[in-house]
Antibody, heavy 127, light 110 residues
Framework: QALLQESGPGLVKPSETLSLTCTVSGAFIRSGGFYWGWIRQHPGKGLEWIGYVYYTGSTEYNPSLKSRTTISVDTSKNQFSLSLRSATAADTAVYYC???????????????????WGQGTLVTVPS | QSVLTQPPSVSAAPGQKVTISCSGGTSNIVHNFVSWYQQLPGTAPRLLIYDNDKRPSGIPDRFSGSKSGASATLAITGLQTGDEADYYCGAWDSSLSAGVFGGGTKLTVL
């Protein structure tokens, strides 16, 4: 069973880059079949998908965050990372990494689900 | 405002059945598959249902999912106090080209 663990600074200054890493154990990112993604949850709010990466480096991002987001993968370390540039107080949230199953065969019947998840890490950007 | 619409809260007594709805449209629920997540207080979400109605290993059969048209439903039978949590639905939105979630439903077991 895959286990995921987020790591990174809990405090980021406004206008700087929010950077997090997710370390995967119990599974190999390079095995394929799954994507590896990031989801965030603003305090007291719902879930927001940020994006995902495949072991090949192929990525997909939420259009609302795409201009500021980079998700990368390091298969040698079995890790993937999130960079969110020009952080503001609106980026204060708990950030989760998760294994992602995504399948698209044409315009319809797209499948996406997230599991397992990391425990999450709170990142605060002061206003 | 979430793309998928869920009731903010539901409640039921221990041992009873509760259903949680998730409403969307043609760009998400109608044409794509739905998943459900349980978030116990202070913990990360956990996958409960994927592909509309499939349970991952380890999820009790008290939890079930269904979909009809633009709506999906999570049903929980034999409610336990340990089921008190926030529940989220999720799907791919083909118009947004993004994964989307409902706003979450807080389940209270009275």
């Amino acid at each position: 069973q895959a286990l995921l663990q987020e790591s990174g600074p809990g405090l980021v200054k406004p206008s700087e880059t929010l950077s997090l890493t997710c370390t995967v154990s119990g599974a190999f990112i390079r095995s394929g079949g799954f994507y590896w993604g990031w989801i965030r949850q603003h305090p007291g709010k719902g879930l927001e998908w940020i994006g995902y990466v495949y072991y090949t480096g192929s990525t997909e991002y939420n259009p609302s965050l795409k201009s500021r987001t980079t998700i990368s993968v390091d298969t040698s370390k079995n890790q993937f990372s999130l960079s969110l540039r020009s952080a503001t107080a609106a980026d204060t949230a708990v950030y989760y990494c998760a294994r992602v199953f995504y399948q698209s065969s044409g315009s319809y019947f797209k499948r996406i689900w997230f599991g397992p998840w990391g425990q999450g890490t709170l990142v605060t950007v002061p206003s | 405002q979430s793309v998928l619409t869920q009731p903010p809260s539901v409640s039921a007594a221990p041992g009873q059945k509760v259903t949680i709805s998730c409403s969307g449209g043609t760009s998400n629920i109608v044409h794509n598959f739905v998943s459900w997540y349980q978030q116990l207080p202070g913990t990360a979400p956990r996958l409960l249902i994927y592909d509309n109605d499939k349970r991952p290993s380890g999820i009790p059969d008290r939890f079930s999912g269904s979909k009809s048209g633009a709506s999906a439903t999570l049903a929980i039978t034999g409610l336990q106090t340990g089921d008190e949590a926030d529940y989220y639905c999720g799907a791919w939105d083909s118009s947004l080209s993004a994964g989307v979630f409902g706003g979450g439903t807080k389940l209270t077991v009275l």
